[in-house]
């Protein structure tokens, strides 16, 4: 049995809201009308560019995630929506990418990723701004693609599809949601992370009996 999946496609193309508001935070610092207006423009955004792709990041760990984005940001000058994708591309796309494949194959299911062809991943990471966002959607280029190979209009322009979102501060009954209120993740990154401490022991584990016998 085969799956294919989407893998690759909002890095690509400019899929997540996250890169949405660093097209806008872009567009806000290039308007010429709001030129006479600098101070109040780095008020609102009292952050430099380090700053700002580490808060998108930022999954429980400012300080590790201020360092990835030291790391994979290597197109400083570019728009802040394509270093975010590039940073991304390089971490957490290669966490749920073993994720899936370790849940595939637990149920001997094949998991197939057209985006990330290579000649895909070329294409993608040449496309300007433009070309994957713009005032009214995310990954412009690839719904025009859609439209042409005659999908219907009603799939193309579906806002249905969300991010996954679970209820843990609910579930854990996490008081007052914890600093950021309901939407505070940080207890659900230490699960997480510890149930990851788990998992590769178990592996390490079976892998030292393996190399014993």
């Known amino acids: 049995r085969v799956v294919l999946t989407g893998d690759g496609a909002d ?14 935070v872009d567009r806000m610092r290039r308007d010429p009308a709001l030129g006479r207006y600098g101070g109040l423009v780095a008020q609102v955004l009292a952050a430099d560019d380090v700053d700002l792709l580490t808060r998108m990041l930022d999954r429980g760990g400012a300080a590790r995630a201020r360092e990835l984005v030291a790391r ?5 000058g ?15 796309m290669q966490v749920n990418l073993r994720m899936a494949d370790r849940m595939m194959m637990a149920h001997g299911i094949e998991n197939r990723s057209p985006f ?3 000649a895909v ?27 042409r190979l005659g999908v219907p ?38 699960a997480m992370r510890a149930a990851w401490r788990r998992a590769f022991a178990l592996d390490n584990m079976a892998t030292d009996r393996v190399v014993s016998a």
């Open 121 to 147: 991943i070329k294409l993608g990471w040449s496309l300007q701004a433009h070309s994957r966002i713009d005032d009214g959607t995310t990954k412009v280029a690839l719904r025009e693609a859609a439209r």
């Open 116 to 118: 990330l062809d290579p």
């Open 72 to 76: 994979f940001d290597a197109a400083p």
């Open 153 to 190: 209009q009603a799939i193309v322009d579906d806002r249905q599809k969300t991010g996954l979102t679970v209820p843990w501060n609910r579930w854990r009954a996490v008081a007052g949601g914890g600093a950021r209120g309901a939407w505070d993740r940080s207890d659900f990154a230490a």
């Open 11 to 24: 890095e690509l193309f400019g899929g997540y809201t996250r890169y949405r508001v660093l097209w806008w």
């Open 78 to 92: 570019a728009d802040l929506a394509m270093r975010m994708a590039r940073v991304d591309w390089h971490t957490t």
